[in-house]
Structure formats: C-alpha cells, structure tokens
C-alpha cells in the first residue's frame, strides 16, 4: 500500500469517528449550562496548542506495552497498540478533536433557541428536535467538521511519528514519505507528493469556505425541498 | 398526563422572582375563559415571562397553573408538566418557523403518534382554513409576512392544544390582512373553543380583537375586564402612555368646584389652568393628567363660542408626518403632542414658529395615579 492511500484511509477513518463522537460532545458543550463547561473545553481544545510531540509522546506512552490502554489492548486482542494502525488512528482522533468539535459546537450554538421552544411545545423531545431541526440547519457546520478533521489528519506528521514510527503500508503516511524522501535526497518524488498535499489542501479549504458563504445554497434548497 | 379531549378556562397564579429573590419579574394572578383574551401592557411589563411559564419554558417560583381540570404547574404539589406534554400552543412573535421545512412539513410537525391518513386529513382541514393550502411546498423564505403567520397559527393549532398563546404574532401587517387573519382565528376556535392569550402593546389590536382585556405593569396585573373600562379610563401612568395617550402631565389642583363636577389644575410650572373632571383630590394636591394626542384640537386663531373649556395659547415647535398623520409638538409652557391631519395642516398653514390654540375637552382630560 503506497503512503497516500494509507494517509487517505487514515483520515477517512478518523473524520468518520469524530463525526460520531463530536456531535454528542458538541451537542452538550452547546446546550449545558453547567458552570465547569470550560474545563471540558479547554481539554478539548487542547490539541490546538500542544506541540504535535508532547501529545505523540503520551498517546505513545498510553499505548506502550506498559500503557493503560496498551495492557487493555492486549489482553482484548493479544496484541499492543503502538505502531499499529489503529494506534494511529486512536491517536489522531485524540489530535484532531478541536477540528471537529468546534465547528459543530458553534453551529449548534448558532440554531436560533426559539425553533427549540416550537419543537419542544409541538411535542419533540430532544432527540427528534436534534434530528429534524439541529441537524439539519448545522448541516454547513456537519461538513466542515468532516473535512476539517479529515484535512488535518492528513497533514499530520508529529503525532504519526511518534505513534505509528514509519512502517511501510503501516503507519507510513504521506507526510512521513515526504520528510523520508527529502532525507534521502529524492527532491522529485517529494515534490510530487508536496504538491499533491497542496492541492488537495486548497481544495478542501476551497470546500469550506464555500459551504459556509453557502455558495451552493438555492441547489440544496431545490435539493431539499424533493 | 394530560387527558386528550378539554376545554375549559386557564387559571393562573405565578409569581416569578429575580434570581437574587429580592424582587420579582411577575406577580400575578388572572383568569381567561375559552375565546380570546388581550394581554396589554408596555414593553418590558412582563407579557413574555408570563407566556414562557405557561409554557413550560420558564419555571415560575411559585404558584399554580391550570386549564379546566389539568394542573400543569403547581409549586405546591410540585407539579411542572413538561412544555412538550402541556398542550400548550405558542405562536412567538419570531414566529419560529422551521426555515427547512416546507409550509406543509412545519404545519405536520406536531403531529405523530396517529396514522398517515388522519396526519393528512388533519394537515389538509387546517391548511384550507388557514388559506395556505396552495403554499403547501414552499419554504418559509418564500412566502408573505402574512402567509407566515398563517403558517405559524396553522402549526400551533393542528395539534389540539388546550391553551394558545400568541406573542404579538400580526405586528408589522397592515390592519386588512390583520383582520382577515383574526377572522380565520375566530372561526376556528368557535368549533374549538379554547382559551386564547393575545399579547400586544398596540391599543388599535385591543380594539379589534378585544373581548377581554388583562392590563400588565411591572409585572402585576393592573386592570382587567372590556378593553374601554380598563383602557379609557387608565389609573397608571405608563399604562396611560401604552395605551395611546401621548400626553401625560404633571399639574397642581387649584379648586375644586364640586356642583359643577370639575375642578380648575395648573399644568406643571405653567401658567395654563385647565379645567377636568373632578376627582378625589384636594386643593394642592399634584395629579396626573392623561390626555390623548387626538383629543388635541388646533386652531389658527383665538376660536370663540365653542363649548370646550380649555383653550391655551402656543407655538408649534416641530411637525412630522407619521403615516397618513401628522404629528405636531405645540409649547404651551408645557409641551403638548397633537394629531392633525395633513389637511388640516395645509388648510391652517400650520408650520414651526406659528401661534396655535389648542382645544381640549373637559372630559378628553383622564386622571391617572
């Protein structure tokens, strides 16, 4: 397996969890009004400010044979975490959670309360107004939560180092090849690989941006209204 | 749980308190039969809080609230019916219209647990009473004010709730569509007959709706009954100025003059002496005095032989056209709002600066508290 495609599965498979799990997190740090709400934020938050090593380091260490979640591992399936691909996967969820919860929280946040009272005084309970109001309206929220963590993951070099080493159709993903290449002086095929990087970078930002300026608006509405 | 089949009369008792419990928001308790009943006051009297703990959006502090039999609130026995079992219908003055539903899905919303031939039925009955049948796949964005307030009652009461509450829903229509949309409110609650609480702070909405009038004021209850006993004659200054008079004055009694039933007030610092109906009062004793700005004549010269009692010299001070009105600030010493027609205003040449006389009836003078 070539390191793209390895790198486009990872981040697929990490963008799709978080899209599971972010929703329910997202969902209450929108509508709790719990007092201590911060500190949950700022956990959440926190993989924005941490170097990419210090977070590598104790997902490494968490891992370990020695690791609390690496003893777990080990005795569900016999095998350790660390330098695994769902190691890796475990770890970027964990790097890439801001990415994905914070465009979700603030578009929750963002559904005008009183569609809230209507659902709830036309007899929804909170999961059917979730599911036929929240949802829905957050939906450029939804999109960007995806291909933001998708996007991040596949950028990712620090974390994956640490975590995942460099085990060829493993854990070696792009930007590992890259960095692999330029340190054996092959300057073309890293070119390629950077480049393509770029591209698609740029496009999903491109992607973003869009959806959020609603650029495709009237079509979902047509879309919508079948 | 509440019953399904019920009409009966909202009985309500809720006193809501600021989070520190050293004063409260509302304070009130009042009655509203089946048909509808006008919740008037100023803005900021607590019209709002009150709608929200009807509906279970709010949690009074204490108190009781019910319709007919079913208790929905009582602090007593704590009891609070949660706001999507209440049966409560809340048109708010947003509307809150699902913007990615169809007018159809949003008027289906509410409506579950009963098979896909009654939902249609059901949808189909209140679209055509609510002439929105033919909008049925379009979005809220593409539809009239208008249409979306039809929309928003439609939702509301294809559910069967026991109780509707409406948070100014027709601000901002002309009095035309206004009226229709009232009328097609009133036909369906004949059959229903359900207890209606219609917030406004627009006297002309009273007039055209009223039944019942339940006047708010920092969140106490401060008159209820016909629109014209407790509006016409208000007993507090700032429900004097909600309810449309403009000219709410200071003025000291000079004498009373009893056989006559009036007594002769000086406005404020003025030197203008007017006359007004006698009231319980004593010489020296400051009052207030409500007037409304259409009550207030002008004239161009020193009018003789008319049979009102107060006529005071002024200037006008400023004239704006406001609508199909024009309203003119006049300084009499104490400064005066009038309503003038444009006519009126071309045919007396009224412009800034002139000298006017103003008009006033003995008994366009109201006291107020």
């Known amino acids: 397996m070539n390191s793209l495609s390895l790198s486009f599965e990872l981040a697929g498979c990490v963008a799709a969890i978080l899209l599971l799990i972010g929703m329910p997190v997202a969902y209450w740090l929108a509508f709790s009004n719990w007092r201590g709400k911060f500190l949950l934020e700022s956990v959440v938050a926190l993989p924005l400010v941490l170097p990419p090593t210090v977070l590598g380091f104790y997902a490494l260490l968490a891992m370990g044979p020695r690791g609390p979640l690496g003893k777990l591992w080990i005795a569900l399936f016999g095998h350790g975490l660390a330098f695994t691909f769902t190691g890796l996967v475990l770890a970027s969820v964990v790097y890439s959670f801001p990415f994905a919860v914070q465009p979700l929280m603030v578009s929750f946040e963002a559904v005008d309360r009183r569609l809230l009272d209507a659902s709830a005084l036309l007899g929804a309970g909170k999961w059917r107004t979730f599911r036929r109001i929240i949802l829905p309206l957050s939906l450029p929220g939804l999109v960007t939560a995806l291909v933001l963590s998708f996007a991040h993951t596949l950028g990712e070099f620090g974390v994956v180092l640490m975590v995942g080493g460099n085990l060829a159709g493993v854990t070696r993903t792009v930007s590992i090849d890259i960095y692999d290449r330029v340190q054996s002086l092959e300057y073309v095929a890293a070119n390629q690989l950077a480049l393509l990087l770029l591209a698609i970078a740029f496009a999903v930002l491109c992607l973003v941006y869009a959806v959020n300026r609603r650029v495709w608006a009237p079509a979902w509405t047509r879309w919508s209204a079948k | ?252 009694v000079l004498d009373l003059r009893e056989r006559d039933g009036v007594m002769r007030i000086r406005l404020g610092e003025s030197a203008c002496e007017i006359e007004v109906p006698l009231a319980h009062a004593s010489v020296g004793d400051l009052v207030q005095i409500a007037i409304r700005a259409g009550d207030v004549l002008l004239a161009s010269e020193r009018p003789r032989g008319l049979s009102a009692r107060n006529v005071l010299e002024g200037r006008i001070l400023s004239l704006e056209p406001r609508g199909t009105m024009c309203v003119a600030r006049v300084d009499c010493g104490v400064t005066f709002v009038a309503h003038v027609t444009p006519g009126a205003v071309r045919a007396l040449e009224l412009a800034v600066a002139k000298q006017v006389w103003l008009v006033l009836k003995t008994h366009s003078c109201h006291l107020v508290d």
């Open chain 2, 1 to 252: 749980m509440v019953s399904e089949v019920t009409s009966g009369t909202l009985v309500a008792s809720i006193r809501k308190e600021r989070p520190d419990a050293a004063s409260f928001i509302l304070d009130v308790s009042f009655e509203a039969p089946p048909g509808i009943t006008i919740l008037f006051g100023p803005s900021g009297a607590g019209k709002s809080t009150l709608l929200d703990c009807l509906a279970g959006l709010a949690r009074p502090t204490t108190g009781a609230i019910a319709i007919g039999e079913n208790v929905l609130f009582d602090s007593a026995s704590y009891i609070d019916v949660s706001p999507q079992v209440r049966r409560v219908a809340y048109v708010f003055q947003s509307l809150a219209l699902f913007p990615h539903l169809t007018v159809e899905q949003n008027v289906a919303y509410g409506l579950r647990d009963i098979t896909q031939q009654d939902r249609r039925a059901r949808v189909e009955e209140i679209l055509q009473a609510f002439r929105i049948a033919r909008l049925r796949d379009r979005k809220p964005s593409q539809i009239s004010g208008g249409e979306k307030q039809r929309t928003a009652l439609a939702r509301s009461l294809v559910t069967r709730p026991q109780l509707l509450l409406l948070d100014e829903p027709l601000t901002g229509l002309d009095a035309e569509l206004k009226d229709a949309i009232v009328e097609d409110l009133r036909a369906w609650n004949i059959a229903k007959r359900i207890p209606i609480l219609y917030v406004t702070h627009s006297r002309e909405e009273v007039d055209a709706l009223g039944e019942r009038v339940i006047a708010i004021d920092n969140g106490r209850v401060v008159g209820h009954g016909a629109p014209m006993d407790v509006l016409d004659a208000p007993r507090r200054k700032r429900l004097a100025q909600a309810a449309g008079f403009e000219n709410v004055l200071t003025a000291t």
